[in-house]
């Protein structure tokens, strides 16, 4: 243990894992604990891994949990040849995990103007951030309406967001508020469901907003967060330029923002 300690690099710390669940073949999430020096802003990702040999290996990662939570909870996908999912899809609670000490990113409340709606799009475990920002109780100050969407190729890999949805009435701090604040818009691209096809089919041909009774994207009140593929986002991206969006970062906030959804 000590030796182990004294090889860790300055820049991450050791946590534990305090929870694991199996989603799909393909999806799993787990919770860490959370040292009381970390601090992040709901909807940013963190460096984590494991050690491999001498050295760390580590990838970018959403944090799936609010800012205010004594844990840090994440989704990842498994990849059997993957460097590091191959053999993080294993843990068990009680074993080490390596953590950044530095979380960043763009999909944070900062980096938006002030607006009515916000809008997060996701595909896959694009929705990580999104899990973070509905239970970020100043997602409510600042937006009296939230629409989240998950797209999957199948209905078994939507399981995550619809229970995260569903919790929501039961989070402590945003409970009361979130249940009627929130629309919750799920799609599969390959096999049948309520909705099906692709985010930006959806947008594009006006049927996520026919479906939600809106008109469509209107840069004076609605802003935006997207995460999920470079493909996905790229193609998203053209959307809400199309709908004379502009996209915002820390430095200067904007209409909509996007992050790539971390393979892991
Ligand atoms: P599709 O099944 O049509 O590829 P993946 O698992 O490959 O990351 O995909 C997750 C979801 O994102 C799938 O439903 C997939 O649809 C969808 N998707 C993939 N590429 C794009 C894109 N360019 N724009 C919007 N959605 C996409």
Same mark, same amino acid.
């Not at 609010?66 to 053999?87: A, N």
């Not at 390959?190 to 692709?198: A, I, L, M, N």
């Not at 089919?201 to 907003?209: E, N, Q, R, V, Y």
């Given at each position: @243990? ?5 090889? =860790?690099?300055?820049? $991450?710390?050791?946590?534990?894992? =305090?929870?694991?669940?199996? *989603? ?7 919770? =860490? ?13 963190? =460096? ?19 800012? *205010? ?27 080490? &995990? ?9 999909? &944070? ?6 607006? #009515? #709606? ?28 939230? &629409? ?75 802003? &935006?967060?997207?995460?999920?593929? @470079?493909? @996905? ?24 923002? $996007?992050?790539? +959804?971390? +393979?892991?």
């Amino acid at each position: @243990m000590a030796s182990d300690a004294l090889a =860790l690099p300055k820049t $991450v710390t050791e946590e534990s894992v =305090l929870a694991v669940r199996h *989603w799909t073949d393909e999806l799993f999430s787990f919770r =860490l604990t959370r040292p009381a020096s970390f601090r992040f802003r709901s909807g940013e990702f963190v =460096l984590l891994g494991l050690m491999n040999g001498e050295k760390p290996l580590l990838r970018a990662y959403s944090i799936a949990s609010p800012s *205010w939570d004594d844990g840090l909870d994440f989704y990842s996908i498994k990849v059997s040849d993957g460097p590091l999912t191959s053999r993080l899809q294993h843990v068990q609670p009680g074993d080490p &995990v390596l953590l950044g000490r530095k979380p960043t990113g763009t999909l &944070v409340l900062d980096a938006l103007k002030p607006g #009515r #709606r916000l809008f997060l799009l996701s595909t896959g475990t694009g929705i990580a951030p999104f899990a973070s920002l509905l239970r970020e109780p100043e997602t409510y100050e600042k937006f009296d309406r939230v &629409v989240l969407t998950h797209t999957c190729r199948n209905v078994a890999d939507l399981a995550c967001g619809a229970e995260l949805v569903d919790a929501l009435a039961e989070d402590p701090l945003v409970g009361e508020i979130a249940p009627q604040r929130v629309t919750y818009y799920a799609s599969t691209t390959r096999e049948d469901f309520v909705h099906t096809g692709r985010i930006t089919d959806l947008i594009a041909s006006g049927k996520l907003f026919a479906d939600l009774g809106l008109e469509g994207f209107d840069p004076a009140s609605d802003r &935006v967060m997207i995460c999920g593929s @470079m493909a @996905m986002i790229a193609d998203t991206k053209a959307l809400c330029e199309g709908a004379g969006l502009a996209e915002g970062s820390n430095a200067n906030p904007g209409d909509y923002v $996007v992050e790539k +959804a971390f +393979a892991g």
